[in-house]
């Protein structure tokens, strides 16, 4: 039963002035500003994307501020990139879509020709597989946009693979795919056929209007819960194989290194993840009394089924609400309240996905996957909140 009434929290809702007669001050006297063409934020409001500094600027990525976000949608302009050769400049008009290789016949797509087909509309997440990397480290992360920020949700709207792939008739030997995209590097990624056919998407919308450049204009790979490198962005063509192609861009990095020596390849699935975003590193919380905690999770394998919190450290832990619309390998919202006293507290949430997987604490995860991937971290995270109000992280 998740956390639903206030979990005795005492808190005081708002009262009158002590003067009764007082009244909030009067707004603007003056006319606002006039109707604008594209809507812009309140200049109050100044969250943005946290940029790592890079020698190479075009082969480097921004963070999603998820501490900043409500709900489960990622505005397209705060979600987070990752790029390997900067972002392409693409005509939409002049831009194709090859898919050839074990086919029947070869066919090449514009924009429109696309956009003439049967369409689908979905909410996805898209994540780094180096999301939390140094989440690995006993230290990690002091705030949530730096741990976690390579991990964002959108409306994904566009053509189901599956329906071009069937139309262009795949050979019997077709296994795999291999998707290319537009950029000066020519990104690639082997996937499997299964994959594509069961939920593939070659994108062009993204929370209801048109892709953002950087996220793959005109057009993009989505194959949800899977690694975000195999979302190719600026896809302009999609070959069918017999089997992976081991180019550079999967064999260079995206492996994992195993205690033996050996690396894991093609370790597609985003695992069962969840963080608190509220209150998190950075934060700081004003006085005892009632708050409310909140954060995300998500998984690759399909739907989140609980969320579990910790206020005391991992020593006891308390089913939050999960906050309804859950969609498979999507973001999910959960909250809990929670009554606090003024004293130090260590925050955790914990997740389950519905194939029955858990979230691991940190030494469990070493434990199965060793100590030196700097790929799939999704271990616990945990956030110090001191006797000032001031939140921390944990293993800081």
Known sequence: MGATALAG????????????????????????????????????????????????????????????????????????????????????????????GLVERSLLFSMDELKRLPSISRVHFVECSGNSGGEWSA??????????????????TGVPLRILLEEAGVKPEGKWILAEGDDACRM??????????????????????ALRPEQGYPLRLILPGWEGNTNVKWLRRVKVTQGPQYVKDETSKYTELMEDGQAWIFTFEMDAKSVITSPSGGHAISKPGFHEITGLAWSGRGKIMSVEVSTDGGASWTEADVQDPVYSRAFTRFRMPWKWDGGES????????????????????????????????????????????????AEA
Request: glycine share 8%; hydrophobic share 30%.
């Open 9 to 100: 929290a005492t808190w005081t809702a708002c009262q009158a002035p002590e003067s009764e007669g007082t009244a909030p001050a009067p707004g603007p006297s003056a006319l606002g500003a006039p109707v604008r063409r594209y809507g812009e934020r309140s200049p109050f409001e100044k969250v943005a994307r946290g940029v790592r500094d890079s020698k190479t600027p075009e082969a480097a990525s921004s963070r999603t501020p998820l501490d900043e976000t409500y709900g489960i949608i990622t505005p397209s302009a705060l979600h987070f990139e990752r790029h390997h050769a900067g972002v392409p400049d693409i005509d939409p008009s002049t831009h194709k879509l090859l898919i050839h």
């Open 139 to 156: 230290k990690g992360a002091p705030t949530v946009q730096l741990s976690h920020g390579l991990a964002s949700c959108s409306e994904w």
């Open 188 to 209: 690639q990624r082997s996937v499997t056929l299964e994959k594509a056919l069961e939920d593939g998407i070659v994108a062009y919308g993204q929370n209801g209007e």
């Open 346 to 393: 260590v925050l955790l949430s914990r997740c389950t996905d519905e194939s029955g997987y858990v979230q691991p604490s940190r030494e469990e995860l070493i434990a199965e996957r060793g100590r030196y991937s700097a790929y799939h971290c999704n271990r616990i995270k945990g956030w110090r909140v001191a006797a000032d109000g001031s939140v921390s992280n």
